[in-house]
């Protein structure tokens, strides 16, 4: 019985400097199961491509010229986008505004381009996968500010648990605490696909589209402490 491979994950990077395009473009390339499909050095042009080729993934930078990472990413996956492309995020800039921003425009992912190659490989793979991913390094700092900004929620705490299922309050506690769909699976004694026939009804009800975003979610609303 011959063994059919998994399809590529098909890329799609948009940064206005060519070295740095070109790099990012053949580090991923080379990647096995990576596929590179279009590069794109201004925002417009990324949204453009990104709709014509329909990528897995796009790797977006935010300081482009014309229309900046961030608006390109809000049209292509914002909450009014009805068949998004997920964007994961590269910038040099370590400035909360640019995460925030990003995130607030529906991105997947957010890493920092001096991360090391394997990182933005896990990330494209992660992303691409549904799984979002934020740099290491800012994860708890961008939590606090979650909550140091948290504003009246349209769902609250309290709400939470009428709005979601009992199972479906404990898939996204350990959502929380960044574990993957099998590692939950093994604390909830399920299978990995009833694990993520779970996240699938779940995702709708908090109006969210990625793992990432419904852990956003749960901090934002107070559903899990940021000291935990």
């Known amino acids: 019985m011959t063994d059919v491979s998994p399809p590529p994950v098909r890329v799609l990077v948009a940064d206005d400097q060519p070295l740095v395009r070109a790099g990012l473009s053949t580090m991923l390339g080379t990647?096995?199961?990576?596929?590179?499909?279009?590069?794109?050095?201004?925002?417009?042009?990324?949204?453009?491509?990104?709709?014509?080729?329909?990528?897995?993934?796009?790797?977006?930078?935010?300081?482009?010229?014309?229309?900046?990472?961030?608006?390109?990413?809000?049209?292509?996956?914002?909450?009014?986008?009805?068949?998004?492309?997920?964007?994961?995020v590269l910038t040099t800039f370590d400035v909360d505004e640019y995460l925030f921003g990003a995130l607030e425009a529906g991105a997947s992912g957010f890493l920092l381009k001096d991360a090391e190659p394997a990182a933005l490989v896990d990330a494209v793979r992660s992303v691409a996968a549904g799984q979002g991913t934020l740099a290491n390094a800012l994860t708890r700092r961008v939590l606090r500010e979650l909550v140091s900004r948290r504003r009246t929620q349209p769902v609250t705490a309290a709400r939470a648990s009428e709005l979601l299922t009992p199972r479906e309050l404990d898939i996204l506690l350990l959502l929380a605490q960044g574990m993957s769909n099998e590692e939950i699976a093994r604390e909830l004694v399920l299978e990995v696909s009833t694990v993520k026939s779970h996240l699938a009804r779940m995702m709708p009800k908090l109006n969210v589209r990625s793992r990432l975003q419904a852990v956003v979610w749960a901090y934002q609303n107070g559903v899990v402490d940021v000291g935990r």
């Open 31 to 88: 990647e096995p199961g990576v596929e590179v499909v279009g590069q794109a050095a201004d925002g417009t042009t990324a949204v453009e491509l990104a709709r014509s080729l329909r990528p897995d993934v796009v790797c977006m930078d935010i300081r482009m010229p014309g229309t900046d990472g961030i608006t390109a990413t809000r049209a292509l996956c914002g909450p009014d986008v009805p068949n998004p492309i997920p964007v994961l």
